[in-house]
């Protein structure tokens, strides 16, 4: 049966794409900026580079989590927008409040890195992470259940991949409020075990082609 759909509106599918990367880059430099420099002050007190790098190591470990978080959601935007044909109202208003979402994070990360030990703080590192997964899947969801939204070219198996995908990031970020409730700390790495699981499903899915074939819609 096929369905008649209206056309797109004057947003189209390009114009969330340019913003979306723009937000994901400005997010980026957000996080970045967390990270500090050698200063006039530094050379002053003759602060040596082996000492300033020590110095820095925390930092940097916080930059390269909330990195590879910021590239795990840049990755699962996309693959729902590979997907879609175009975009309607609703679409919209989920993405936009995805992307408010995703420039907090290097906010939250910063938090978490200067008050680290604070179950509050990281309660609100995973809170945000877990709403930013809630929009994904809402976003998702609603692409799959609305017609014409969705490309006709695609296999229902990708679907099922990416509907299986979008799971690991809500479900690292329950884990992690709920530890960080018992005031366990170092929470935020468990992002990597989601990197890891994440890759090793890539991996699997292509080693054996047979999960991406099926029937076309």
Same mark, same amino acid.
């Given at each position: 049966?096929?369905?008649?759909?209206?056309?797109?509106?004057?947003?189209?599918?390009?114009?969330?794409? %340019?913003?979306?990367?723009?937000?994901?880059?400005?997010? &980026?430099?957000?996080?970045?900026?967390?990270?500090?420099?050698?200063?006039?002050?530094?050379?002053?007190?003759?602060? /040596? =580079?082996?000492?300033?790098?020590?110095?820095? @190591? *925390?930092? !940097?470990?916080?930059?390269?989590?909330?990195?590879?978080?910021?590239?795990?959601?840049?990755?699962?935007?996309?693959?729902?927008?590979?997907?879609?044909?175009?975009?309607?109202? %609703?679409?919209? +208003?989920?993405?936009?409040?995805?992307? @408010? $979402?995703?420039?907090?994070? *290097?906010?939250?990360?910063?938090?978490?890195?200067?008050?680290? /030990?604070?179950?509050? !703080?990281?309660?609100?590192?995973? =809170?945000?992470?877990?709403? @930013?997964?809630?929009? $994904?899947?809402?976003?998702?969801?609603?692409?799959?259940?609305?017609?014409?939204?969705? #490309? !006709?070219?695609?296999?229902?198996?990708?679907? #099922?991949?990416?509907? %299986?995908?979008?799971?690991? &990031?809500? @479900?690292? =970020?329950?884990?992690?409020? !709920?530890?960080?409730?018992?005031?366990?700390?170092?929470?935020?790495?468990? +992002?990597? =075990?989601?990197?890891?699981?994440?890759?090793?499903?890539?991996?699997?899915?292509?080693?054996?082609? +047979?999960?991406?074939?099926?029937?076309?819609?």
């Amino acid at each position: 049966m096929t369905y008649g759909t209206l056309g797109e509106g004057p947003v189209t599918k390009t114009n969330i794409g %340019r913003l979306t990367n723009g937000i994901f880059v400005f997010t &980026l430099l957000l996080l970045f900026k967390n990270v500090r420099l050698p200063s006039f002050s530094d050379s002053l007190h003759e602060t /040596g =580079a082996d000492t300033f790098g020590l110095m820095q @190591i *925390p930092d !940097i470990l916080s930059f390269i989590n909330a990195f590879l978080i910021i590239a795990l959601i840049w990755i699962m935007t996309f693959h729902i927008f590979h997907q879609l044909q175009k975009v309607d109202r %609703r679409f919209l +208003y989920l993405h936009f409040g995805l992307l @408010i $979402l995703i420039v907090f994070i *290097p906010i939250t990360s910063h938090l978490y890195q200067i008050f680290d /030990g604070n179950s509050f !703080i990281a309660f609100f590192f995973h =809170a945000n992470i877990l709403c @930013i997964s809630i929009f $994904l899947i809402g976003e998702w969801y609603h692409c799959t259940h609305t017609p014409g939204l969705l #490309s !006709i070219d695609e296999h229902m198996q990708t679907f #099922s991949c990416i509907s %299986r995908k979008i799971l690991y &990031l809500p @479900i690292t =970020a329950i884990i992690g409020i !709920i530890l960080s409730l018992y005031d366990v700390h170092l929470t935020r790495n468990l +992002y990597y =075990a989601t990197m890891m699981v994440f890759f090793l499903d890539y991996v699997i899915t292509n080693k054996h082609p +047979y999960f991406l074939r099926g029937k076309k819609k």
